[in-house]
């Protein structure tokens, strides 16, 4: 059961074979039994969630179930949770209880999902590798040496160690599609604009979008179209009508175009990855997909671009933690300047103010031309590379990672190799587009992802291809054995 | 491109961050190494391309003006670390 799927469990749920009640108190406890050993929660709300399932049974029994009544599910903590704390994985919003919930948060709750907790994550979503979380690091359930990938590295780890069959994450560079691809699971970043960003801790404001994971393709679908649709309360909401992204899960692949881009597989590829992906892509030939050569040549500077624009955008989001209105407070301060300075000094990890102090630099007086400016005309290359590879391919396919996950700490101390790690999936948000990370196979026992990656919404189209790929591999299905508990 | 330690102090000035005296060297090495790695943006030459701020070129939305928003002040102040009589307290600035 631990392992089921969300359209499994639904079923079921329909059939009356279990009740919601009956699974939320089995995951409860395979939580209960191994969570000290991965530490992928940073609040549990077991409580409410018996609750929240109680009302969702009787939901069902009336007839009034909503289209994932009773499905445990958990949430990244940089959503709002009426009542519940959110701390984004920061000092600072350590004691931080919202007064009312994010749009993903409240329409998943429409739809009738019961939130098992809040899972942990990079401060701010700032991270790759999920370390850098003031609650400690969460471990990968393949090897819990390694890390889980980030920033979303909590959400993936439960849906991976069969603690919740679904996820809410957010991806500004990859942290939807990476933890995903280290972890063996499916997630998908939807274009910029698709999900609300309402109630969600501002990080890149231009970056950030929110999507779910979850073991398929097709429990993707389900849940983002819960999750999707334009929200007035978010300004840069799109003004799409709401989308059945699972209705066109069956559509076959023959004829598929895909893309694929010289620069994803460079030196600096790991070959047992390589190999991985390279099986995958004939597997779509054999099966009548056409694979073109394409060229994506701006790709190596979508790492100096993303750690202009996104530290800059940090820079100005998280000015508004000053100790005065919300969050963390520094003790005794002297004055209004040491109230600002040490608040902010106690309050955020290193990461943080490493990006904070970055963003304020390309920003200042003088340098705002060489990097900020600059930043944002090759954002435009980038995007005009995708622009003009989507003229001839319907998707464009590659690694979601150039390595799999690595051991805790070894990139601790070397910010830059960090975010070299991001190379593949930065690109993908500078340019706004959709992609998804789907399992693909094993490299040095570690889960390796393929990486999709879609025109502007074209979401639908990249859950039809991932869902028409895990019918006919089993990656997918592939789970750790978690060790005995201490 | 490496930055001075006096630069690093401006900065963080700045951005309102303290930073203690044992720590000042490490992070200015660290952010150093990030713009260096950034510097390669330099060598391309973007003289007659657009700046692109928001990835589907939307501009901001109006709406009317007219309130949609109810009261929420009390609540909102039990997040505050300090109040009173409905205000924010900070450390005195004018004597």
């Given amino acids: 059961m631990q392992h089921a799927s969300v359209a499994s469990l639904l079923a079921g749920l329909r059939a009356g074979e279990f009740s919601s009640e009956e699974i939320t108190c089995d995951y409860l406890s395979r939580i209960s039994e191994h969570e000290g050993q991965l530490n992928a929660f940073i609040t549990l709300t077991s409580e409410q969630a018996l609750e929240q399932a109680r009302a969702a049974d009787q939901q069902r029994a009336a007839g009034q179930a909503g289209a994932l009544a009773g499905i445990p599910l958990v949430h990244k903590d940089i959503f709002c949770t009426s009542g519940t704390r959110t701390s984004c994985g920061s000092r600072m919003l350590d004691n931080f209880v919202p007064p009312y919930d994010a749009t993903v948060v409240s329409r998943l709750r429409q739809a009738g999902v019961v939130m098992l907790g809040k899972t942990n994550m990079d401060e701010f979503a700032m991270g790759s590798s999920t370390e850098s979380s003031y609650y400690g690091a969460t471990r990968n359930p393949w090897d819990t040496e390694s890390v889980p990938g980030g920033s979303s590295g909590g959400s993936a780890v439960v849906v991976a160690a069969g603690f919740a069959p679904a996820a809410t994450g957010t991806d500004t560079g990859g942290s939807i599609r990476q933890p995903a691809a280290l972890c063996g699971i499916s997630g998908i970043k939807p274009t910029y604009g698709r999900v609300s960003r309402l109630g969600m801790v501002a990080f890149a404001s231009s970056l950030d979008q929110a999507g779910p994971l979850a073991r398929t393709a097709q429990d993707c679908a389900l849940l983002l179209s819960a999750m999707a649709g334009y929200d007035p309360a978010d300004s840069t909401s799109a003004q799409r009508d709401a989308e059945d992204f699972s209705a066109g899960l069956e559509q076959a692949i023959s004829g598929l175009k895909i893309g694929i881009p010289a620069e994803y597989f460079s030196a600096g590829l790991d070959s047992g990855i390589a190999a991985v992906i390279q099986t995958s892509l004939k597997e779509f030939a054999q099966r009548g997909a056409i694979l073109v050569d394409i060229s994506l040549p701006h790709t190596a500077l979508s790492v100096p671009a993303y750690y202009v624009i996104a530290p800059a955008e940090a820079s100005t989001n998280l000015s508004r933690y000053d100790g005065v209105r919300y969050g963390y407070r520094c003790e005794d301060p002297a004055d209004l300047h040491d109230l600002y300075t040490r608040t902010r000094e106690e309050g955020f990890g290193a990461e943080v103010k490493r990006r904070i102090l970055v963003g304020t630099y390309a920003l200042s007086a003088g340098y705002y031309d060489a990097y900020y400016r600059k930043a944002q005309q090759i954002r435009r290359l980038i995007q005009q590379d995708f622009v003009q590879a989507f003229t001839d391919v319907d998707v464009i396919m590659g690694p979601t990672t150039p390595h799999p996950a690595w051991k805790l700490g070894a990139k601790s101390n070397d910010p830059v190799a960090m975010y070299l790690e991001d190379i593949y999936t930065l690109g993908i948000n500078l340019a706004g587009l959709p992609a998804m990370s789907v399992p693909a196979g094993f490299c040095s026992g570690m889960p390796v992802g393929l990486q999709l990656i879609g025109n502007y919404f074209a979401e639908s189209k990249l859950l039809n291809i991932a869902h028409q790929y895990q019918q006919w591999t089993d990656w997918h299905q592939r789970t750790p054995t978690l060790p005995a508990a201490a | ?95």
Avoid: H, W
């Fill in chain 2, 1 to 95: 491109m490496s930055v001075a330690q006096a630069e690093i102090e401006k900065i963080a000035e700045l951005a309102r961050i303290r930073i203690a005296d044992s720590e000042i060297s490490t992070v200015t090495e660290r952010i150093s190494s990030i713009l260096e790695m950034v510097d390669q943006m330099q060598a391309v030459n973007t003289a007659a391309v657009e700046p692109m701020a928001n990835p589907l070129d939307a501009s901001q939305r109006l709406r009317a003006d007219k309130v949609t928003e109810s009261d929420q002040r009390e609540q909102f102040q039990q997040l505050a670390p300090l109040v009173e009589d409905g205000l924010y307290l900070v450390p005195r600035v004018i004597d």
